[in-house]
T-cell receptor, first 108, second 115 residues
Framework: KNEVEQSPQNLTAQEGEFITINCSYS?????LHWLQQHPGGGIVSLFM?????KKHGRLIATINIQEKHSSLHITASHPRDSAVYIC??????????WGAGTKLIIKP | GAVVSQHPSWVICKSGTSVKIECRSL??????MFWYRQFPKQSLMLMAT?????????EQGVEKDKFLINHASLTLSTLTVTSAHPEDSSFYIC???????????FGPGTRLLVL
């Protein structure tokens, strides 16, 4: 069964803290996406990974294919980073299986 | 980056009426468009996948006669919620991609409230 699990479900941190959100999946994949959903519902695609590591500004995404695990890191977190972060995985077909999301709140 | 728009951004309708939601790719040709639904505090759920010029593929449990999807051109897909009921109230999001590229570009979503 193709499954995607995210942790933690909820995360509250102080501004400036280093944030890590984890995503694990059950079988081999062709690609993994990290997305950000703002309180208004709009979704932004942050990263697409099939191997290694990607960095964009204060965001870093890594994936370990052997361990079937990916992490999203936020350095120097800011209140505007508050959002739901979603991991979505493609299991060798073109549809995405979504994680449940991690609700992140950064307090000033 | 690529832009996907949705219209309307929100809609309120009476029970029993039909509502059409448009999804447009503004600067690229979307060979595939996806329609998602999100209930409050829940994750996105894929409803259907549509390829330009062919019938949509619906996920299990999604009524194709109730949620009509048309992808008549490479820049436009429409989702029509027929005979809407209060339980259809939700946040509907489309995404689009072109060719076999991995990246999907998401629309801003449409909030539907059925009274």
């Amino acid at each position: 069964k193709n499954e995607v699990e995210q942790s933690p479900q909820n995360l509250t941190a102080q501004e400036g803290e280093f944030i890590t959100i984890n995503c694990s999946y059950s079988v081999g994949i062709s690609a993994l996406h990290w997305l950000q959903q703002h309180p208004g519902g709009g979704i932004v695609s942050l990263f697409m990974l099939s191997s290694g590591k990607k960095k964009h500004g204060r965001l870093i995404a890594t994936i370990n294919i052997q361990e079937k695990h990916s992490s999203l890191h936020i350095t120097a977190s800011h209140p505007r980073d508050s959002a739901v972060y979603i991991c979505a995985v493609r299991f060798n077909n073109y549809q995405l299986i979504w994680g449940a999301g991690t609700k992140l709140i950064i307090k000033p | 980056g690529a832009v996907v728009s949705q219209h309307p951004s929100w809609v309120i309708c009476k029970s029993g009426t039909s509502v059409k939601i448009e999804c447009r790719s503004l600067d690229f040709q979307a060979t595939t468009m996806f329609w998602y639904r999100q209930f409050p505090k829940q994750s996105l759920m894929l409803m259907a996948t549509s390829n330009e010029g062919s019938k949509a593929t619906y996920e299990q449990g999604v009524e194709k006669d109730k949620f009509l999807i048309n992808h008549a051109s490479l820049t436009l897909s429409t989702l029509t919620v027929t005979s809407a009921h209060p339980e259809d109230s939700s946040f509907y999001i489309c995404s689009a991609r072109w060719g076999l590229r991995e990246t999907q570009y998401f629309g801003p979503g449409t909030r539907l409230l059925v009274l």
